[in-house]
DNA sequence: ACCAATAAATGAATGCCGTTCATTTATCCC
DNA sequence: GGGATAAATGAACGGCATTCATTTATTGGT
């Protein structure tokens, strides 16, 4: 991984003379067939082995274009940063585009949870869309007054909420069934049946509204 | 997994006859075995064979107290809960009870981020140093005056806020480079640089106590 | 028209992984 | 001491990401 990666976009480099075989897919058609791989078989399915497969091509040409399969998942990555809504920021009030934003990233990214570790510690450098994303959020946090030196922090914590909320999302409904500990456990047995008559409905969605809005509150309250 | 796991704690069943040959290490053994390993080697040196030989044992012989590497994964999750400070709940003021738990929760699963994923899905049911912690969590929040149907939905929005801090703990400083990009980014690289003087510092702890601030102040007023 | 250079694609091989299974070994009750 | 029980073994399996020497196709320069 601190191996001398080509630099997502050119595979090694483009010297002087002769041209190669015509190539059968580049970093494009891989992320496509990746992204398509994941859909229909999850992340499980998604192995070098059936993504050249997908290509009709042998795995080992695979890293002709790439130079790994965590190459492949940042590939991934950027392109379902391009799907997350930002458009709000430059025509709503900034509580409302934030949660717009915040909605559509957590909504993209709950099934993507796999990306999230890799997303979380990958450097934006060379990312182009995860940068325009950025870029665009800054500029609605400085249009609503916050201090520039407030927006990173900002930023920082939302994407902290959305991407354990993403998570979040994909819990069963039984995760608080407390079973035959229940006993022990009175006080938040009885907070979790409270939630509604059908038990084990897990509270994902309204709590990730109500941390929303209280995130929103709060940092809203640093504006000038 | 969905198999018929020989819910943790017992490993098959005790008949009447007859007793088995001395067991070299029990679950307690194997998980104290495998959180040394992972804090030495990190969670790709957590491997089944490593595992096996740091216990002494043939691989194939911890099959007969684990059902597979999640299992183990799940036995480290709880041994880690149990390290988890709640006490706060039951002696300070409801902010700083909550502050101080999530501090120390997001402190022990940044360097566990491995098993976020497994514990933002899996039931709490036979887990029951999480649940004690959700007990004096939910204890706390009742005593803080919080409506019963409320607490839930706010220990979820504050644990995946704490998840996803605890990825962010783990990037690297540079993570805001926006390299040769930088010019098509201005508004954001310059909040960037606007954190400090020396670039690339990375907030991750000033963002955890902002985003942290913010949601005690917005669910706080949930209180009755 | 050919040749040298270039890169893409191949297929075989490597090493590691989690997991299974028939078998052996040790322990205890009766 | 015999029979039941479970733990431990070692060999095997299939799948995985990745490497590498080799072949194939394409091109620009002469």
Known sequence: ???????????????????????????????AAALELVIKKGYDGLTMAALARSLGVAPSALYNHVSSKDDVLKLVEEDLMSKVDFGGFSTLPWEDA?????????????????????????????????????????EGFLRAGFPEQQIIPC???????????????????????????????????????????????????L?????????IAGLGALRD
Not at 7 to 29: H, I, N, S, W, Y
Not at 99 to 125: D, E, K, M, N
Not at 155 to 182: C, M, Q, R, T
Request: aromatic share 10%; no cysteine.
């Open 98 to 138: 934030v949660r717009q934003w915040a909605y559509s990233y957590r909504g993209i990214f709950a099934r993507h949870t796999p990306l999230i570790s890799v997303i979380a510690v990958l450097p934006v450098t060379d990312a182009p869309q995860t940068l325009a994303m950025y870029e665009a959020v800054t």
């Open 1 to 31: 991984m601190p191996a001398p990666t080509p630099a997502p976009g050119e595979t090694k480099a483009r010297r002087r003379a002769g041209r190669p075989m015509a190539a059968v897919l580049g970093q494009d058609g891989i992320t």
């Open 207 to 215: 709590a990730f509204s109500m941390g929303l809005d209280a995130l």
């Open 155 to 205: 930023i920082v914590a939302l994407e902290a909420y959305i991407f354990g909320a993403a998570f979040d999302a994909n819990a069963p409904a039984d995760i608080f069934d407390s079973g035959k500990l229940a006993d022990s456990t009175p006080h938040f047995t009885s907070a979790v049946r409270s939630l509604g008559p059908e038990r084990n409905n897990y509270p994902s969605d």
